[in-house]
């Protein structure tokens, strides 16, 4: 195993959070030792009963591609304070779309698995709690080398670093769903929905970060030697940036329904992500869903080189913390916006949190990596920026105008650069 690749996903499944399972899981750039899991998008018990489904899925209908099949933890049940918000009016009553009534077939054995590791499916159950599994794997890779991927409210997380934070602080980078920086919340007009379920374990982690410098690795790596708290490279995809990473009804339509359903994976994805399509329209009036825990894992797959291209990603270090006490700004992601503090320490904190903040994403990468990866469609690129239809019209009337040497050109084309024809070839 190259322990570069190496992740742990803390998650609350969850719609988006299956597909980013399976994107992780199906990814030949990816490898999971362990699944933990957070209350979030509904309760524990439909947490635990939906990760089983997704494992078993991908088991059942996927090769392994010899991969270490993870360990899969149960851990916090409810907050470090406050109540969390309800999402089940996205999600369903179940977390995935209400599929177990008709669609998809209610596992009988799903808890005994959680115990019995001899008829597990696709993930090896353990005693441990997450928060005690996300150290374990921690101690005993490499310092530097695996990366948690946080999905869900960060109160395992929380919870691990204030058990160990030197153990906590080996992780290679933390990256994580979550926060709104420059944009309206998504559950309160101020807050996104995991910062909001538990804002204290979203301020500890924050706090995690705090003076780190991305130019001092070395910095890191002798306080670890000496067993000590290192500054933790925290990366955070918002609501700003996460809104590129979207799945349109239009391939939903093309790639996605015409699925053989004798796969159980497809037929599970094809379940909940019809339902999926339905909220968002009938909630947003959107024909394309943002998949959130997707595009967090995608990004995790582009920060494997600890660079991304700058030309498609925007990002920020930022001091940010987060409101734990207001009545209408609970969860809020605060940053010190006054132009006369830029160079001072706000929160009093010396050194300042420093989070690596995505504040703009890569829309076409991640439609090409998702959509290939999980459906093994065989984009390319340069093909998903033209819809069929369209591309092949406009075909037609430049060779038309080519071949009558005509010297106009289509509508559709003027002001702009023409595209050689063998290019739609």
């Not at 599929?99 to 698995?113: F, G, S, T």
């Not at 005690?132 to 991927?149: F, G, V």
């Not at 992780?171 to 909001?196: L, S, W």
């Not at 600890?306 to 001091?319: A, F, I």
């Amino acid at each position: 195993m190259d322990l570069s690749k190496s992740v742990i996903i803390d998650t609350d499944p969850g719609i988006d959070d299956a597909l980013a399972i399976m994107l992780a899981s199906l990814s030949p750039r990816m490898d999971i030792l362990a699944i933990t899991l957070v209350y979030g998008n509904v309760e524990m018990q439909l947490i635990k009963k939906n990760a089983v489904v997704i494992l078993n899925a991908l088991a059942d209908s996927t090769p392994t591609k010899a991969k270490k099949v993870p360990v899969l933890a149960v851990g916090a049940l409810s907050p470090l304070q406050t109540q969390p918000p309800d999402a089940t009016y996205f999600h369903g009553k179940d977390g995935l779309g209400m599929i177990y009534d008709k669609l998809y077939p209610n596992p009988k054995d799903w808890e005994r698995q959680l115990s019995d590791p001899s008829i597990s499916r696709g993930f090896i159950p353990t005693p441990r709690d997450a928060a005690d599994e996300i150290l374990y794997q921690l101690r005993q890779a490499p310092p530097l080398t695996c990366t948690l991927i946080a999905l869900g409210p960060l109160t395992n997380l929380a919870v691990a670093y204030e058990r160990d934070a030197a153990t906590f602080s080996r992780a290679r980078q933390i990256v994580i769903m979550g926060g709104a920086v420059n944009v309206p919340g998504n559950i309160t007009a101020f807050a996104e929905f995991n910062f909001r379920c538990d804002p204290l374990a979203a301020k500890i982690i924050m706090g995690a970060s705090r003076g780190f410098d991305p130019m001092h690795l070395q910095t890191r790596v002798k306080l670890l030697e000496q067993h000590q708290v290192a500054p933790c490279h925290v990366v955070l995809m918002p609501l700003d940036a996460t809104e590129d990473g979207t799945i349109s009804k239009a391939d939903y339509d093309r790639y996605i329904v015409p699925l053989d359903s004798s796969n159980c994976l497809f037929r599970l994805i094809k379940a909940f992500m019809r339902w999926s399509f339905e909220a968002t329209k009938d909630y947003y009036d959107l024909d394309e869903w943002a998949v959130y825990d997707a595009y967090a894992v995608y990004l995790a797959l582009e920060l494997m080189h600890d660079k991304v291209d700058t030309n498609k990603w925007h990002y920020e270090y930022l001091d940010l913390t987060v409101e734990t006490q207001g009545t209408y700004t609970l969860g809020m992601c605060c940053l010190d916006r006054r132009e006369y503090q830029k160079d001072k320490t706000s929160w009093d904190k010396n050194p300042p949190n420093n989070v690596q903040t995505f504040l703009k994403g890569d829309r076409q990468g991640f439609r090409t990596t998702f959509i290939n990866t999980v459906f093994d469609a065989h984009l390319v690129d340069s093909v998903l920026l033209w819809s069929e239809s369209w591309k092949a019209r406009l075909k037609e009337r430049v060779r038309h105008a080519l071949m009558t040497r005509k010297k106009a050109v289509p509508d559709s084309c003027r002001g702009k650069t023409l595209i050689p024809i063998a290019e739609f070839e």
